[in-house]
């Protein structure tokens, strides 16, 4: 290569990199510049947020109010916290209006805009601020913020009309409160009524919304009449406590992909929808959670995992109780459920759930455990007057210690069920204590009470039924075998009949005691019960076309003779003859007279 072709290269460079490095200094001196241009900053905060028609953007020491876009006037609130109070004394009647006889009252007719590292606080001097719904999208109101603070204190937020009445319905689109990434949003001691947005809006602008990435608390507060009462979708650390939502078009509380969250004493009453949804989040604990008639159900569970649901309290929840979907290691204790459809219902693929002490009562279903559930357990509680106490349609479940009174039905096993193990549970007053149907297998009962069933005490057309020890005290037919099954160790008495039979099942038992007021032991044409020191005492001890065989020590007698009640109608029967033969002998006797001269001055 030739020296003068060398040298033009190498000038070439040279030019090349000067023209680089004054374009990077001109474009670095511009880029703060740019930055700095609040008009440009404001122009691209109003275009993202919908283009509301007025806008108040508060930043780090300034307040700016943005009318279509373009800036209209600028406010120096100072350093630090900005204040309702403040922004209604500046900002002017067309944006924030103020109540000549009430200046804590005040009418807000622009949305705002928290923009990062700044503190709105609501509160204190302005107790009561209403939120005007627009006409449209561009002209309605709400507070939004991303790493910026919303303090609420003692106040009540309400939408209302532009005139400042009460809403009218097809009133446009109501305000809302929402908190982004890094912000923060505490609410106290204050009442929200009438927000959210309707239709298909974005479910993060149904109510008042704690979003992905921000924290705070709601403390002693009220949510009434909004879409969602309140909503967590995705925050981090946010602590709820003795907070109601009431009325709610929709659901009263959605807690979704939420960490963190500390709830205590939720109260959700007359909702659209639920009362509480969950879902999203694993290892999540929910306590003292009270639902009242609500539309859909009290307590509403979406899929996940290790969710702990203590002390719930569910009243004419119109939908039922609890619902678990899906629920993986969730436990419900101590809960209390009347008046409604299904108590506790678990359904879905995957469900592991454990109902622990329950208190239920008076509905169609206390506990459903549906088809599709890998596994559940009950223990414990109580269960009372339903169509069916616990309806068991899936594996490998387990319902032990608890009590069972009034219900039609009081436990039911059918659908796939295998693998259900029934321990130490007692059923009264039903009309029949436990079925099992022919779809169902690997049924056990061990220690099961039963008392005063009307008409059977176990039906069970399950192949391959245990019973193991237990008793039957007082029913039409205490047992009434469809398929092949074991009775150990079982007491009957007070039974009309004791164990019955139907055509060609084959069954054993040991060590049984019947004692039947009418048959011991029936077995219908081509049945076969292999019975082993067992005692079997009835007027007519065995019935039926089928064979009973016996072994070992097993007697076969009649029913002991009542013979006190025998001696009592023995003595009356005595009593009554006594009398009548006193009767017969003095039947002839003359009435004594009373001498004429004798007056009855009585």
């Not at 436990?434 to 399950?462: D, F, I, P, Y």
Request: proline letters at 4%.
């Amino acid at each position: 290569m030739k020296p003068t072709t060398v040298s033009r290269i190498s000038t070439a460079v040279t030019v090349a990199v000067t023209v680089l490095t004054a374009l990077s200094a001109v474009s670095a001196a511009m880029s703060p510049a740019a930055a700095a241009d609040p008009a440009q900053s404001d122009l691209a905060a109003w275009q993202r947020n919908g283009k509301p028609d007025r806008l108040i953007v508060i930043r780090p020491g300034v307040v700016d109010l943005v009318h279509h876009g373009v800036i209209e006037a600028r406010r120096s609130p100072g350093a630090g916290d900005v204040r309702m109070s403040w922004l209604a004394a500046n900002a002017g009647p067309d944006w924030i209006t103020q109540d000549s006889d009430d200046p804590s009252a005040v009418q807000i007719r622009a949305a705002v805009l928290l923009t990062p590292g700044t503190t709105l606080r609501i509160g204190r001097v302005t107790k009561k601020v209403l939120f005007t719904a627009g006409g449209s999208a561009a002209s309605g109101t709400w507070i939004r913020g991303s790493r910026a603070t919303l303090d609420i204190r003692d106040t009540t937020l309400a939408a209302v009309g532009p005139g400042g009445g009460d809403l009218a319905d097809g009133t446009g689109p109501r305000p809302y409160l929402y908190m982004g990434a890094g912000g923060r949003l505490d609410i106290s001691d204050s009442t929200v009524s009438g927000f959210g947005l309707s239709g298909r809006a974005p479910s993060r602008f149904s109510g008042v919304t704690w979003g992905k990435g921000s924290t705070g608390s709601a403390v002693r507060s009220t949510f009434q009449g909004n879409r969602t009462g309140l909503r967590l979708a995705g925050s981090v650390g946010v602590r709820l406590n003795d907070v109601t939502a009431k009325d709610s078009a929709e659901d009263g509380f959605v807690l979704n992909r939420d960490t963190g969250t500390s709830v205590t004493g939720l109260t959700a009453r007359s909702n659209g929808r639920n009362g509480v949804t969950v879902g999203g989040t694993d290892g999540r604990t929910l306590s003292r959670v009270t639902t009242r008639d609500n539309k859909g159900f009290g307590v509403r569970a979406t899929p996940q995992n290790g969710l702990s649901l203590v002390r719930a309290d569910s009243g004419s929840d119109r939908g039922g109780g609890i619902r678990l979907l899906s629920c993986v290691n969730c436990t419900v204790s101590d809960a209390t459920v009347r008046h409604t459809k299904t108590a506790v219902s678990v359904t879905g693929p995957g469900s592991q759930v454990t109902v622990d002490k329950p208190r239920l009562s008076d509905g169609r279903t206390g506990i459903s455990l549906g088809e599709d559930i890998r596994s559940a357990t009950v223990t414990g509680g109580t269960v009372g007057d339903f169509t069916r106490g616990v309806s068991v349609s899936g594996p490998r479940v387990t319902v032990a210690g608890t009590r069972i009174d009034g219900s039609r039905t009081g436990i039911s096993v059918a659908g796939r069920a295998h693998d259900v193990a029934l321990r130490e549970v007692t059923i009264a007053g039903s009309r029949t204590a436990v079925t099992a149907a022919a779809t169902t297998t690997g049924v056990s009962l061990t220690s099961v009470q039963v008392r005063n069933a009307s008409g059977k005490g176990l039906a069970s057309a399950s192949t391959g039924l245990r019973i193991k020890g237990g008793s039957v005290s007082g029913a039409g037919t205490a047992v009434d075998l469809g398929a092949p099954a074991r009775l150990d160790g079982l007491t009957i008495t007070g039974a009309q009949r004791g164990i019955h039979l139907s055509r060609a099942v084959r069954a054993t038992g040991t060590e049984l005691d019947v004692l039947a007021e009418r048959k011991g032991i029936e077995a219908d044409r081509g049945a076969v019960i292999d019975i082993t020191d067992s005692r079997v005492r009835a007027p007519l001890a065995m019935a039926g076309d089928g064979e009973i065989v016996r072994h070992g020590h097993t007697e076969v007698t009649l029913p002991p003779f009542p013979w006190l009640g025998f001696a009592a109608i023995v003595a009356l029967l005595s009593a009554i003859g006594l009398q009548t033969v006193h009767q017969v002998r003095h039947r002839r006797t003359p009435r004594p007279k009373v001498a004429r001269h004798v007056r009855n001055t009585a």
